[in-house]
């Protein structure tokens, strides 16, 4: 009977252990909500640990879902990195649940000093757009880097700064390359109408004026009325602005509704606003999508 209690004893060890092990390794995994995100966290972690991204090339942040099985991803992290501000609806309560469950998480956006929306977009509401401005971006890398080494078991910490910090310098050559191809705009046509508000933070670090958006209320959820897109294209004719930017990932059908409305010839030019693209795409990676918008504000916005 002994030998059967210290053989039944052992047995419960190693099935511990093993659960253990089976933990470890799950916890090592880096879950990411947006693709946005995840293109700045698979370069700061690289193959230290696995990176999986929920959101899909071209979806939209404000309407995407998880499956059952991203859900129960989320449970076993070690770490949920996720944008935060209201801006993944449909993924907010699994995160929630994950951190109350004691799982790792980090809102970004609440780290990187966001701005409040215009009174008339939603007052005392946070914009959750911050990738519009590289500054904030290095705020979020150093972030990310931050919470992967906090969190991630067995993560090589100085790997992770290392690369790190040469994200970093890439971002820092983004923005002196976006100031110059901006100061090149013309003050008077620095004024920026959009599908949504997703370029306030743009809008602020770079100095142009937003003269409003189609979609009001920060979110693709959202549906214009006829007075809205009666106000806006009053606004658009007074200030004299040159075309609409709308994400090339959604119908521009509205934006081409307020051209018309305006009664002048304005352009509708597509941006890469919330998503990064698939393969071909010409928004691949952040600094891509970054530098496609920074040439087609630019070129937009010329007389």
């Given at each position: 009977m002994?030998?059967?209690?210290r053989?039944?004893?052992?047995l419960?060890?190693?099935?511990?252990?093993?659960?253990?092990?089976?933990?470890?390794?799950?916890?090592?995994?880096?879950?990411v909500?947006?693709?946005?995100?995840g293109?700045l966290?698979r370069?700061?972690?690289?193959?230290?640990?696995e990176?999986?991204?929920?959101?899909?090339?071209?979806?939209?942040?404000?309407?995407?879902?998880?499956?059952?099985?991203?859900?129960?991803?989320?449970?076993?992290?070690?770490?949920i990195?996720?944008?935060g501000?209201?801006?993944?609806?449909?993924?907010?309560?699994?995160?929630?649940?994950?951190?109350?469950?004691?799982g790792?998480?980090?809102?970004v956006?609440?780290r990187?000093?966001?701005?409040?929306?215009?009174?008339?977009?939603?007052?005392?509401r946070?914009?959750?757009?911050?990738w519009?401005?590289p500054?904030?971006?290095?705020?979020?890398?150093?972030?990310?880097?931050?919470?992967?080494?906090a969190?991630?078991?067995?993560?090589?910490?100085a790997?992770?700064?290392?690369?790190?910090?040469h994200?970093?310098?890439?971002?820092?050559?983004?923005?002196?390359?976006?100031?110059?191809?901006?100061?090149?705009?013309?003050?008077?046509?620095r004024k920026?109408v959009t599908?949504?508000?997703?370029?306030?933070?743009l809008?602020q670090?770079?100095?142009?004026?937003?003269?409003?958006?189609v979609?009001?209320?920060?979110?693709?959820l959202?549906?214009?009325?006829?007075?809205?897109?009666?106000?806006?294209?009053?606004?658009?004719?007074?200030?004299?602005?040159?075309?609409i930017?709308?994400d090339?990932?959604?119908?521009?059908?509205?934006?081409?509704?307020?051209?018309?409305?305006?009664?002048?010839?304005?352009?509708?030019?597509?941006?890469?606003s919330?998503?990064?693209?698939?393969?071909?795409g010409?928004?691949?990676?952040y600094?891509?999508m970054?530098r496609a918008?920074?040439?087609?504000?630019?070129?937009?916005?010329?007389?």
């Amino acid at each position: 009977m002994r030998a059967v209690a210290r053989v039944g004893i052992l047995l419960v060890a190693v099935l511990m252990l093993a659960g253990c092990l089976s933990s470890g390794a799950q916890r090592r995994e880096i879950i990411v909500t947006t693709n946005i995100l995840g293109d700045l966290t698979r370069v700061i972690v690289g193959d230290a640990a696995e990176v999986t991204v929920l959101m899909q090339p071209g979806a939209d942040p404000h309407f995407f879902a998880v499956s059952a099985r991203q859900a129960a991803q989320l449970e076993r992290a070690g770490l949920i990195v996720h944008n935060g501000l209201g801006l993944e609806e449909g993924v907010q309560r699994h995160v929630d649940a994950a951190a109350h469950a004691g799982g790792a998480t980090v809102a970004v956006g609440d780290r990187v000093d966001p701005l409040v929306y215009r009174p008339e977009v939603g007052a005392d509401r946070a914009d959750p757009h911050f990738w519009t401005d590289p500054r904030r971006v290095r705020r979020a890398v150093e972030v990310i880097r931050d919470e992967v080494v906090a969190h991630v078991a067995g993560i090589d910490a100085a790997a992770i700064h290392e690369r790190a910090e040469h994200y970093l310098g890439e971002l820092d050559r983004l923005d002196r390359w976006m100031t110059e191809r901006f100061d090149a705009i013309l003050a008077e046509r620095r004024k920026l109408v959009t599908n949504h508000h997703v370029f306030g933070y743009l809008a602020q670090r770079y100095d142009f004026q937003v003269i409003g958006a189609v979609i009001p209320g920060g979110t693709t959820l959202a549906s214009p009325s006829p007075a809205d897109l009666a106000g806006l294209a009053e606004a658009v004719r007074a200030a004299g602005v040159g075309a609409i930017f709308a994400d090339s990932a959604q119908p521009d059908r509205l934006a081409r509704v307020l051209a018309d409305h305006a009664g002048v010839h304005v352009r509708v030019v597509p941006l890469h606003s919330e998503s990064l693209t698939g393969p071909g795409g010409g928004a691949e990676t952040y600094l891509a999508m970054m530098r496609a918008n920074t040439e087609a504000i630019a070129r937009g916005l010329a007389p």
